[in-house]
């Protein structure tokens, strides 16, 4: 069974920081481009951040550059949304996901973040 | 960067009936455009991609057209379980890749 299931999702401080991991199954991890999507409460989806399957290429969201950082370890089937600095407007669900030829497939099933004092 | 819009933003619907979601993208994208499903409290699914093709396991009562800035998702008989918020997106011009703000479809 395909599966992507993300963790290390909480409550954390404006300007503290958090790590989310997403472990990946049922597929050849090492061969997928991997997205982060997030969705605030309420809200409509945002692309985050883009990593390329060797992890040469990685993209953000303006709102995030600078401040996050998409990481991947093949050999762990893993995949990890390093974010400092956080701010309230990046209390969401963040999704992981496959990205193959553009297309956003399959997803997991979210961890949430909340950023509040 | 390509700005994607969807309308109408809720669409109330009968089941049985047919339901016509539309989605418009700032500038040309060929046929580079997905349609994604999501339920309340779910994740996202996959539902059609390059405009027009279905996503594995996906019933063939959802049907996707249209190409350059003008897209079309068509659900032909909405049963119970169809009834979500759809979103468009653009994976022509990337990054960013970008979403709709989503057509909610609900029952009337």
């Known amino acids: 069974e395909v599966q992507l299931v993300e963790s290390g999702g909480g409550l954390v401080q404006p300007g503290g920081s958090l790590r989310l991991s997403c472990a990946a199954s049922g597929f050849t991890f090492s061969g997928y481009a991997m997205n982060w999507v997030r969705q605030a409460p309420g809200k409509g989806l945002e692309w985050v951040s883009y990593?390329?399957?060797?992890?040469?290429?990685?993209y953000y969201a303006d709102s995030v550059k600078g401040r996050f950082t998409v990481s991947r370890d093949n050999a762990k089937n893993s995949l990890y949304l390093q974010m400092n600095s956080l701010r309230a407007e990046d209390t969401a669900i963040y999704y992981c996901?496959?990205?193959?030829?553009?297309?956003?497939?399959?997803w997991g099933q979210g961890t949430l973040v909340t950023v509040s004092s | 960067e390509i700005v994607m819009t969807q309308s109408p933003a809720t669409l109330s619907v009968s089941p049985g009936e047919r339901a016509t979601l539309s989605c418009r993208a700032s500038?040309?994208?060929?046929?580079?455009l997905a349609w994604y499903q999501q339920k309340h409290g779910q994740a996202p699914r996959l539902l059609i991609y390059g405009a027009s093709t279905r996503a594995t396991g996906i019933p063939a009562r959802f049907s996707g057209s249209g190409s350059g800035t003008e897209f079309t998702l068509t659900i032909s008989s909405l049963q119970s379980e169809d009834f979500a918020v759809y979103y468009c997106?653009?994976?022509?011009?990337?990054?960013?890749?970008?979403f709709g703000p989503g057509t909610k479809v609900d029952i009337e």
């Open positions: 990593i390329s399957f060797s992890s040469s290429a990685s």
């Open positions: 500038q040309s994208i060929s046929g580079n």
């Open positions: 997106q653009q994976y022509n011009n990337w990054p960013p890749f970008t």
């Open positions: 996901a496959g990205a193959f030829h553009g297309r956003f497939d399959p």
